[in-house]
């Protein structure tokens, strides 16, 4: 949790997932989730389509009947409760604003719903659109709005009610480039400046990464990690996990430990790990994940560090998206994706060097999944 | 010689164009021209003097009878359009489903027979309340008058209303729905308030339609009212097939071809005062 977020901590409320199961039609899709969410923290949930993180957060919200498990906020399990009883504000991907009525009568819907008088509605929606950078906005139609300030409207609608959790379900994929960043911390500062607790649904890594204080990573339907985004980037607790954070190249690994070293051969390479290092690696085939910025070329005989796996390779491609090469490297009967400042010719023969200290190896009988 | 486009085309829609002629404008032409015509061959107003004098009081009649259908069948298909909709009981929305759309599919003089065996004084429902022990059978009335009228009416028009608005209610992102009730509207609050004004004109024209229909509806009032005061079909009916009086029941038919344009403007000015507004 961040230094703001801990000061205003006050309004967010806390909210304890405990075995949650959910099913559509038979077909099970969360398999007893239990995660807790901390006033005032902001969470952003991970993963692949199709592996249960909207389905959590719309089970959150109450559209989605829960099978089994308890969703308890303020000391209340609320698993049983209409959406209408929950108390939640959520902001869709598709905006969701109502095309016949005004912002003003948009923003105060919830207002309105609670019974609040006219003047109190105009004095609260007026506030919130400062808030939002769309003072004066109140009497135009949304269908005349922006992508960008149709957001903005959207969120005002969810925060005018002042809800203790907001949820987020992709909220800025509709959106262009340039507005999504901005927004990015618009969100961010809104939720630390009202101490909210938020849950963000996304399918972005950079957007989760830059929004977040913890990122729940989910495949199939469980968690897969839940943890800082440092934390998941540097430490993935699992093939899938290294994988879906951007470490996508694998190299096949063979691995022998004798006493405090481990001796590690990836086809004719060789390097050596000791003591605390090498008392972490797995023993026999394994599988090594690394990003495209790991490894780096040179030539087939520079000597090679202790710590340094030198590969053999050929270059079958190259790109250029700007700043550095992109080469795909066929190396280890793998093709390795790899950045070098340096431009290299098609067919060259290259030695690919990669620091074992910044690998994340797996066994290679559970990674075998994301392989 | 060639021809141009233009003569091609109109050559090739010809055939078409002369049988809507011959049999629906022709006919149509000639009934104003009977129902402006007097006695000696002129110019008249005479035949709506006297559709006016013996009539006035089914005009109205049958205004009110077709505005007080169409408002009931509007809020019988805007029932069942939400609880198709908005409803989170599976069986009781699969049930609906299955069953809501068979009166569209029985011909209104079926309709009309069906309802004569249903609520005649010694009828189905009347039996049944009797029955369940709710009424006496002295108390039992018939509702052979303008209610069996709208009865008949409502059951036929609401599938087709409920149909169109069910369909344009499907179209609404849903996330416009789940917004509302995710700020704390109840799903009747979501339906009034979020759903229906989304869904307004598709409503309006189901309902401009079905009041044009039901206008039209020969059937019905025949069988189900059969007496004083009744719709203005069964009195053009009565007029040719009585009297052969082509005259007064042309008058009539003018006059509810004047009560459907109404219908027509009314629809026509609001899409148009939307137009602007946007």
Redesign the interface.
């Known amino acids: 949790m961040q230094p703001e977020t801990q000061a205003r901590a006050g309004s967010g409320a806390a909210i304890a997932v405990r075995g949650l199961q959910v099913a559509y039609g038979g077909t099970r899709v969360l398999h007893g989730i239990d995660l807790d969410f901390a006033p005032g923290s902001f969470t952003a949930l991970l993963g692949s389509s199709g592996c249960g993180k909207t389905t959590l957060l719309r089970s959150l919200s109450g559209f989605v009947p829960v099978e089994a498990g308890s969703i308890v906020v303020g000391g209340r399990d609320i698993a049983g409760l209409p959406p209408e009883k929950r108390g939640m504000a959520m902001v869709f991907q598709s905006y969701a604003l109502w095309p016949h009525m005004t912002v003003l009568q948009n923003i105060g819907y919830g207002l309105k719903l609670r019974g609040r008088s006219k003047a109190e509605i105009a004095a609260k929606v007026g506030e919130m659109l400062s808030f939002l950078g769309l003072a004066g906005y109140e009497n135009r139609k949304v269908t005349a709005l922006s992508g960008g300030q149709r957001q903005r409207v959207a969120l005002g609608r969810a925060l005018a009610i002042d809800p203790g959790i907001l949820l987020l379900d992709e909220p800025l994929s509709n959106l262009d480039a340039k507005i999504r960043m901005t927004m990015r911390h618009e969100i961010r500062a809104i939720q630390q400046r009202l101490g909210l607790t938020a849950v963000h649904v996304t399918h972005d890594r950079e957007e989760a990464m830059t929004m977040a204080d913890r990122l729940v990573i989910m495949q199939a339907g469980r968690i897969a990690q839940v943890g800082t985004p440092e934390e998941v980037y540097d430490r993935p607790a699992s093939a899938f996990v290294a994988n879906f954070m951007g470490a996508e190249n694998v190299l096949p690994l063979s691995i022998a430990r004798s006493g405090a070293q481990a001796a590690v051969a990836a086809g004719e390479a060789r390097a050596t790990l000791a003591d605390a290092a090498a008392a972490a690696l797995p023993s026999g085939e394994a599988l090594g994940y690394f990003r495209d910025d790991v490894a780096s070329l040179g030539a087939l005989d520079a000597p090679a560090a202790s710590g340094d796996l030198l590969v053999p390779g050929v270059i079958a491609a190259r790109a250029y998206p700007g700043g550095i090469y992109r080469y795909k490297v066929e190396a280890a009967g793998r093709q390795i994706t790899v950045d070098d400042a340096g431009r290299h010719e098609l067919g060259t023969k290259v030695g690919l060097r990669i620091p074992l200290q910044r690998l994340h190896i797996f066994p290679a009988t559970e990674a075998g999944i994301a392989a | 010689m060639s021809l141009s486009q233009r003569q091609l085309a109109l050559l090739l829609i010809a055939p078409g164009l002369a049988l809507v002629a011959a049999l629906f404008l022709y006919p149509l032409f000639f009934s104003l021209v009977s129902a402006f015509t007097g006695p000696d061959g002129g110019f008249s107003l005479q035949s709506f003097g006297k559709a006016w004098e013996l009539y006035s009081g089914d005009v109205v009649f049958t205004v009110v009878i077709v505005l007080a259908s169409c408002f009931f069948t509007g809020l019988a298909a805007i029932v069942i359009a939400g609880t198709l909709t908005l409803g989170e009981n599976r069986w009781i929305v699969g049930t609906l489903k299955a069953l809501y759309r068979w009166p569209l599919f029985i011909p209104f003089i079926v309709a009309a027979q069906c309802m004569r065996t249903f609520l005649a004084k010694n009828g189905l429902m009347n039996n049944s309340f009797v029955s369940l022990g709710l009424i006496e059978p002295l108390q039992a009335v018939s509702f052979l008058d303008w209610r069996g009228i709208i009865a008949t009416f409502v059951w036929k028009q609401t599938p087709f209303v409920a149909l169109l608005l069910a369909g344009a209610l499907a179209a609404i ?1 849903r ?2 729905l ?9 799903r009747i ?1 979501v339906l009034i ?2 759903a229906l ?2 869904v307004m004109p598709t409503l309006l024209v189901a309902l401009v339609l079905s009041f044009v229909t039901m206008l039209s509806v020969l059937s019905v009032p025949m069988m189900v009212a059969g007496s004083q005061p009744t719709m203005l079909t069964v009195d053009m009916a009565f007029r040719i097939n009585a009297y052969g009086d082509y005259a007064t029941a042309n008058a009539l038919g003018v006059i509810t071809y004047l009560i459907s344009a109404g219908a027509a403007i009314i629809y026509l000015r609001r899409g148009m005062a939307q137009e602007g507004a ?1």
């Open positions: 992102d996330a416009t789940e917004a509302g009730r995710n700020l704390g509207a109840s609050r308030e979020l004004p989304q946007r």
